[in-house]
Every structure is written in structure tokens, then in C-alpha cells.
């Protein structure tokens, strides 16, 4: 195993080893949610490393950096990673989203992973937006609807086939992509929001998720470290379970059968377990086609999927791309 990879596993492993100790910290002070934010947003800066042949992928893959997507609000840029082979025939694209509960993370911290997804053969555009407390809901929605439209509008040029369009996330960002994703397919919920739909069903071919949060009437009985300061800062509201749009946030109460088809997963270890397969029986009740992977036994950790030292991790990758190719429609 290279340098560079233990290197990167060492500085993701503590972070995530503390996040526990402080949010604990963060609850005690609830005068304002601010400085509790900006203290755990620094526990966000760290890489996921990519597999042990990532200097491989680096030399058959090109990164263009920091892509200003148009968005007025702050973070509103993107990379977009792109194979070397076959420069100029169309690819799928999987718009990539960050985790960090709301309040921090980075394209940083999936790069590599974005870089490995492309590797076989997608245009993967790993995208930032804006953090709460500073912002709250909807902006995510908003800043990340802004960047699909962006590549729809610059497909000539990122040779993008936009009738394969995936959305992809990780914790916090699996919500926003399966939010996304239901306000492409559900009209009532893109009107009670005023967010447009910016992909027709025909464009949107699959969803993937990520040891996400689908239901906010529930996901704090999970006893997921901090989720309560999260979802504070997220919406605003200290007690956000009485926050007026919170049923907006909560994907399983917008699932429809035209909902597209999902890749979804978690740990075992992950609290968070249970909102994916709460979500997981609203598609099947839907009758929404799925893949779903959970295990017993392996203590996998919330964001295990991006930990790709771990054949866990790497058997998961497969199945990712397996969902993908199977769902691509070629022209």
C-alpha cells in the first residue's frame, strides 16, 4: 500500500473517530447554533483516498477545477472529471454531492472517488454548494438545480449525453440528490417548493445514495452524532421538527411510481441504517425499481462506501457501476 494512501486513511480516520466527542461538546451550548457549526465543520476536511490503482486512473482521467456553475450564492462551483478515452462521444453524467451535515464538507473529500468514477467511462461533475448555518434550506436545492442546468447548457462542450443523467450523494448529500430527484418526478412537490424541474423523466436515469436521511419526523431517534445541531442549522429552527417545511426535506413522502430508478446502501454501523431502509420500502410500495445493498456483522461506518481500502467498500464500487451500465440507454 502506497504512502499516499495511508497518508490520506490517517488523516479521514481520526476525523471520523471525533466527530462524536464533538457534537457531544456542541449540544451544550444551544444559544446559538453558529459556533458549534463552525467548530465541527472543520472535522470535514478530510479525503476519502482513492483505490490502491488511483495513480492508474489519475493518468487515464483529466480533472478541469472549480467551475463556476453561476450560482450568486457562495461555493457555487464544480470539477468535472472526464475519461481520456473517446474524447468526443457523448457520456453518461453522474452529478456527484458531498456530505457534511449541512454545514461543511468538500468536493475535496469525494475528488478521488469522482476521479475513479469516471475512469469508467462517465463525465462525473463533483459538486460544492453553500453551508449552513450561513445558508439554509432550500439553497442546496437551488445552487445544485443551477449546476444541472449549467451542464444541460454546456453539454457540446463536457461532451455530455444528457438522456443518461445520474444524481449521486453521500449523507447529507444523498438527501439533497434524492430531493432532487423527487422534484423532477413530482409535480405537486416542485410546486409547493417553486423550484422548477430542470431534467424530464426521460433525461434522469437513476438515483444513488449514499448512508443517507430521508424522513426528518424520525431521523433523530436514530441517535446519529449531531444530527439535532445539523438540522438546526439546516433550517433554522432550534426545534426542527416545528420548522413549516420540514415534510419538503423528507423523500419518502415524495416518492411517486414516475420517482427514478435508486442505487441506495449504508453500513451496518451507520445509525443511519434505518432511513435507508425505511426508504427502501417506499419504493417498493411505489413500485419504484431499486438495487440495495445492506450488510450484518461487517461494522461498516456511515460514508463506508467512499473508504475504498476496504473490499466493502470496493464490491460496492462494482455494483455502482453495474446500476449505471445497466440503466445507460445507448443512442
Known amino acids: 500500500m502506497n504512502d499516499r494512501f495511508e497518508k490520506r486513511k490517517s488523516q479521514l480516520i481520526p476525523a471520523l473517530a471525533v466527530v462524536g466527542t464533538i457534537t457531544a461538546i456542541a449540544t451544550v451550548n444551544k444559544i446559538t447554533v453558529k459556533p458549534a457549526s463552525k467548530f465541527i465543520r472543520l472535522l470535514f476536511n478530510g479525503v ?21 456553475y453561476g450560482s450568486a450564492i457562495e461555493n457555487g462551483i464544480m470539477d468535472i472529471n472526464m475519461p481520456l478515452d473517446n474524447l468526443n462521444r457523448k457520456k453518461p453524467l453522474i452529478v ?20 475513479t468514477l469516471a475512469s469508467y467511462g462517465y463525465i462525473v461533475a463533483n459538486v460544492d454548494y453553500a453551508f449552513a448555518p450561513e445558508h439554509t434550506y432550500p439553497t442546496p436545492i437551488i445552487q445544485v438545480s443551477k449546476a444541472i442546468s449549467y451542464l444541460k447548457e454546456n453539454s457540446e462542450m463536457f461532451n ?27 409535480k405537486k412537490l416542485s410546486d409547493i417548493m417553486g423550484i ?18 430521508y424522513n426528518m419526523n424520525n ?5 446519529f452524532p449531531g444530527i439535532k445541531e445539523y438540522l ?9 421538527k416545528n420548522y413549516k417545511r420540514l415534510d419538503e426535506i423528507s423523500t419518502v413522502k415524495h416518492i411517486t411510481e414516475e420517482y427514478p430508478p435508486t442505487f441506495i446502501t449504508a453500513g451496518d454501523m451507520d445509525k443511519l441504517q434505518s432511513q435507508s431502509k425505511e426508504l ?7 413500485r419504484v425499481s431499486y438495487t440495495s445493498i445492506f450488510f450484518n456483522d461487517k461494522r461498516l461506518l456511515h460514508q463506508y462506501q467512499f473508504m475504498l481500502w476496504t473490499k466493502e467498500a470496493l464490491n460496492t464500487l462494482e455494483k455502482v457501476i453495474e446500476f449505471i451500465d445497466n440503466k445507460v440507454e445507448i443512442m
Open 48 to 68: 476519502y483516498p482513492g483505490p490502491k490503482n488511483y495513480d492508474e486512473i489519475k493518468k487515464r482521467t483529466v480533472v478541469i477545477k472549480d467551475i463556476n
Open 96 to 115: 456527484l454531492l458531498h456530505g457534511g451535515g449541512f454545514i461543511g464538507g468538500s468536493k475535496e473529500a469525494t475528488a478521488e472517488y469522482a476521479r
Open 160 to 186: 455530455i449525453d444528457i438522456n443518461n443523467i445520474f444524481i449521486a450523494g453521500g449523507s447529507a448529500g444523498a438527501q439533497i440528490a434524492s430531493q432532487i430527484a423527487a422534484i423532477q418526478t413530482n
Open 196 to 213: 422548477a424541474p430542470v431534467l424530464t423523466r426521460d433525461e434522469i436515469k437513476g438515483v444513488i445514495l449514499f448512508c443517507g436521511l
Open 219 to 223: 431521523v433523530s431517534e436514530t441517535g
Open 232 to 240: 438546526w442549522a439546516y433550517t433554522g429552527e432550534k426545534d426542527f
Open 280 to 286: 427502501v420500502e417506499v419504493l417498493k410500495d411505489n
